[in-house]
């Protein structure tokens, strides 16, 4: 276990394992009770590695239960409703998926009609070299493989028709920061709402300083009722749709997902499989340095429809370490942005730059410390070497985590959570970490 200056973290461990249990729901795992009633993409493919520590066959049915909302064109929904919570908004009704879009003649669990950061074949990898492989078997493996790069090709087809390397997303919420100051340029272009009936859910329970603002959810309804309207078909969807934005994370996120999927199909003679994502991940490394702003020292996400940069740092910008896309050069000017957020006194990692004019210490995605975005810089900062920065991250992160308690995301300063309580995946990162030796 590693030593974070906890005076008794056998203690956390168990409150961790405990929200795990108190949030399963039969194998699967919602983030949080009430909150978030159903089961979400990346919040699983974490809470996977989290119940790697406790309970390996527990772990793989959480990625079952995950592929059970698989479309018949790969695409793997951000949510998956395996039960009904009609207080919950916007829920499949809003969502109204057709029968056409799954598998023909399988059963299948509504889902919403968006993804999500592609984390679940990184998660799979880890699972699959850890020190237990009794659970599962390799037919079974490989068949999961399967899927996920059937959700892989989906996001080089419907998200990048062009095959430039660089994939899309079409809502904010695909993004998994939803609220990030990063799309506010984008979004103001979008219309509001047409529905003006519905009531979130949100903020009855949460402080409304801390969820994203009204009008910002408006556009996001807008988005979906579009996306219905136009029953989900990428062709007809990539034409002139209102919000088009390359996201940094996302890319990262999926590029070394598509290194962590390459490796677990080459144990399996998978040639002509691994040919193609070895192609596919040729062409994104070289298209990454693209988003690369020189004068500003930074990786950013890019406006698709104006073809401009987005210059908002967020930690998004820090993901590509993730996926082994900077120089070392590169990664040594981003560590150094890292460090210089610490000596200012910031928790590591403010979701938006502490710095930037629309950073606020509270509000979802626009400034608060999110631990699973943590445990991924992390990861990629000892991709370079940076393993005392990525310490220092990850001491700060499980130290707020029992000091404040297991939730969604933390003030920058430490001074308090915020969001969900009993939070899931906060429970999975302190988890992986606690029994990384």
Known sequence: MIQTGLNNPDKFVKSARSILEQNDRGGYTVPTDR???YQWNW???ICALGWQQLDEAR?????RMLLKGQWADGMLPHIVFHQDSPDYFPNADVWNVPEECFPKGVAHPPTSGISQPPVLATCIRKLW???QKSTIGTGELRQICQQVLAWHRWYWSARDPKNRGLVSILHPW???????????????????TQNSSYTRQDTSLIDSRQRPLQKE?????????KLRDQVYDSLKINDGFPFRVIDIGLNSILQRANLDLLALLDQFGMKSECLELEGRIQLTHYAIGNLWDQKLEGFFSLDEITDEPIQVSTSACFLPLFAGLATNEQAAKIG???ENWSEQGF???PSTSPFHPKYESQRYWRGPVWPHVNWMICEGLKNYGQDALAQKIREQTMDLISKLGFHEYYHPHGKSGFGGASFSWTAAVYLIWSNDA
């Open 347 to 349: 928790h590591l990692v």
């Open 336 to 338: 150094s942005i890292l």
């Open 43 to 45: 919040d699983s493919s």
């Open 129 to 131: 070299e850890g020190k």
């Open 174 to 192: 695909e993004s998994g920061m939803d609220n990030s100051p990063a799309w506010d340029e984008a979004l103001s272009r979008v219309p509001s």
């Open 59 to 63: 772990a793989w049915q959480e990625i």
């Open 35 to 37: 909150l978030y009633p």
């Open 217 to 225: 959810y408006d556009r996001y309804l807008y988005l979906v009722e």
